[in-house]
């Protein structure tokens, strides 16, 4: 409903859903990107107040952010958009995706591969040990 009145300029504010500070005062600042790739995206940030950093790509679970290598929450902005919350001062915003499930198949697909070599090598190994029959020579 907020965002639908006439006077929501999303260049100007910002509704972010959850537990986030409330900055209803003035906020100065900038912030630059710096590398925009597939998985990751890097901002420079120059706060003089705490603030809000916005970024206009789509919330989606698997993102996560940190600033100056600290993990910092991703909050939801404009029912959305990806935001998080920065303290004053020089930093570094990094978005990184990084689905948990993404990895988790990784692990079941390596351990499936690990059971496959297993169970060929132990086929391989009980060939080798058992005594093949004699072979039959043509016409006798």
Not at 43 to 65: C, E, F, H, N
């Amino acid at each position: 409903a907020l965002m639908s009145r006439r006077r929501f300029n999303p260049r100007e504010i910002c509704y972010v859903e959850s537990d986030a500070a409330d900055f209803t005062g003035s906020i100065s600042g900038s912030a630059s990107l710096v590398e925009e790739i597939p998985n990751r995206v890097r901002i420079r940030a120059d706060m003089q107040t705490p603030g809000v950093i916005v970024l206009s790509d789509l919330w989606y679970k698997g993102w996560r952010a940190f600033y100056n290598g600290s993990e910092i929450p991703i909050r939801k902005a404009n029912a959305v958009v990806r935001a998080v919350e920065v303290p004053a001062g020089r930093g570094l915003v990094e978005f990184r995706y990084e689905p948990t499930e993404f990895y988790l198949g990784l692990c079941i697909m390596a351990g499936a591969l690990l059971l496959l070599v297993v169970g060929v090598g132990i086929e391989i190994i009980q060939q080798r040990r058992t005594p093949g029959l004699p072979s039959r020579s043509p016409g006798a």
